[in-house]
């Protein structure tokens, strides 16, 4: 189970696991690092994924939007952490899409809701997530496709 207290090595760990699998198309490691059902909420609105196949779908678009962009880099650094009574945690991160090491838009801040689980810190929530139709054009559907 993980640790009742969020360290500053689970939040390192915890932005790796949410980055790498963009570039890689490990699945398996960003769906390890949520906890369903799984809100994002955007500026086009809410989308949330209920199902495993939900997961792979909205997974996949974004693979897609990665390679049209051409990123080579996801870079995510900490910008805060804050436990909540409840044994959440709200963390903090402000996100970098590169190519290149040129930005392909601007850099932005989202914050992710964690909770402790036997495998790890997972997310149920990102606020302020980007989606792919940001990028893609195409219109959001609350299944996240």
Excluded at 17 to 33: M, V
Excluded at 113 to 128: K, Y
Aim: with cysteine; proline share 5%.
């Amino acid at each position: 189970m993980s640790s009742a207290v969020f360290t500053d090595s689970d939040f390192a760990e915890f932005i790796a696991d949410i980055s790498a699998p963009f570039l890689t198309g490990e699945i398996a490691r960003w769906r390890a690092r949520i906890r369903l059902p799984f809100s994002m909420v955007t500026g086009s609105g809410q989308v949330t994924l209920e199902t495993d196949d939900d997961v792979a779908r909205n997974f996949r678009l974004y693979l897609n939007v990665v390679k049209v962009m051409g990123l080579n880099l996801v870079h995510r650094e900490p910008v805060g952490v804050e436990h909540c009574e409840d044994g959440t945690v709200l963390a903090t991160y402000r996100t970098q899409l590169l190519h290149n090491g040129t930005r392909m838009v601007e850099p932005y801040t989202s914050t992710a809701l964690l909770h402790p689980d036997p495998e790890g810190w997972r997310m149920s929530a990102i606020l302020n997530a980007r989606g792919h139709h940001d990028w893609s054009g195409r219109p959001l559907k609350d299944t996240g496709e």
